[in-house]
């Protein structure tokens, strides 16, 4: 990750060369307990493994439960894959590090939103050694797709702000379909009916979707700024000047007049971020194509794949468990 956003990520390196021989040995003896837990849970095809992706994350909410300390001022953008997690990512950064850069030498615009605020699960602790994200200073910036009970007790005990984004599970279901689809090759493929069935039994990407949302909602509704990607994409500046307040980063009477908002909602529009070079043709350290994380940014693709039994369906759950939300 690159050393230039303002010590957001320049102490992460996985190959820090001040890393003690002997931290790397604990690490690595924690991912062995770890992967011998794994290999006893049930396993499902198309998301492989009941609640996680197998392999894919588990490791790291593990480590991140047992190891992780959250900070008062840390920063969470919290969510279920495929909400509008990209999107929020660069909104927050560009909220919290505004007076750091200018619009011509912003990160935003030669970074994927995934490496300015990384996924704690994932990019930080998903394998060893891990991120020495102590060195970070505050305020830090992260993310996670950890369900409310699985989440580091810290994140929950030191008063951090959190960022909860939700979205209409049936537009969950269909990115989270083409998603997948685009991390594997023809013989892994499987359908959207069985995509469908894996999602409305609850066997999805970090948890059942209706209990993920239900945990930010109800459990902890006085610490969490809850939004939803439809209200977010309704009216975005609206909501990016209350995501600012919330943040601790009012904007002020000069920056209003100035028209700083506007600057932030146009650079992280659907439209700015998915035309940058970095989006279109770069790639992470895995491998993985930053383009996958842009397929359409629209409400109610839905509407385009599933059919009348599979709409029927998710609505009635829907309507049953997150009635105020959609």
């Keep these: 990750m690159p050393g230039s956003l303002n010590g957001q990520n320049a102490s992460l390196s996985k190959n820090n060369k001040e890393e003690s021989d002997e931290n790397v040995?604990?690490?690595?003896?924690?991912?062995?307990?770890?992967?011998?837990?794994?290999?006893?849970?049930?396993?499902?095809?198309?998301?492989?493994?009941?609640?996680?992706?197998?392999?894919?994350?588990?490791e790291g909410v593990m480590f991140a439960q047992e190891h992780f300390k959250a900070r008062p001022?840390?920063?969470?953008?919290?969510?279920t894959p495929k909400s509008g997690t990209t999107w929020?990512?660069?909104?927050?950064?560009?909220?919290?590090?505004?007076t750091?850069?200018?619009?011509?030498t912003h990160p935003i615009l030669t970074n994927n939103p995934h490496e300015i605020v990384p996924i704690l699960e994932e990019e930080l602790f998903g394998e060893p050694p891990v991120a020495n994200v102590e060195s970070l200073p505050s305020p830090r910036l992260f993310a996670t797709h950890i369900s409310y009970i699985s989440l580091p007790m810290s994140v929950l005990s030191s008063g951090c702000r959190i960022v909860y984004i939700c979205r209409n599970p049936k537009d969950v279901l269909v990115s989270m379909w083409y998603f997948v689809a685009n991390l594997r090759d023809e013989a892994e493929l499987f359908s959207l009916q069985e995509a469908f069935d894996l999602f409305s039994q609850g066997k999805s990407a970090f948890g059942p979707y209706w209990d993920h949302v239900l945990g930010a909602g109800l459990e902890c509704p006085e610490r969490v700024f809850f939004i939803t990607y439809e209200e977010m994409k309704g009216d975005t500046l609206v909501h990016v000047k209350r995501l600012a307040k919330f943040l601790g980063k009012p904007f002020s009477l000069e920056e209003e007049s100035k028209g700083v908002a506007e600057e932030i909602v146009e650079m992280c529009s659907f439209e700015s971020l998915s035309n940058l070079e970095v989006n279109k043709n770069g790639s992470s350290k895995?491998?993985?194509?930053?383009?996958?994380?842009?397929r359409e940014g629209k409400v109610g693709g839905w509407r385009n794949h599933l059919t009348t039994q599979m709409i029927e369906s998710l609505d009635r759950v829907t309507k049953e468990k997150l009635p105020s939300i959609f």
């Design 73 to 79: 001022l840390d920063v969470f953008l919290w969510s």
């Design 286 to 294: 895995t491998g993985l194509k930053n383009s996958v994380y842009f």
């Design 88 to 98: 929020l990512k660069a909104i927050i950064f560009a909220i919290m590090k505004r």
């Design 25 to 58: 040995e604990k690490d690595e003896e924690s991912f062995q307990r770890y992967r011998e837990r794994i290999s006893t849970l049930p396993k499902e095809k198309g998301w492989k493994i009941f609640w996680y992706l197998y392999a894919y994350g588990l």
């Design 100 to 104: 750091c850069y200018t619009n011509s």
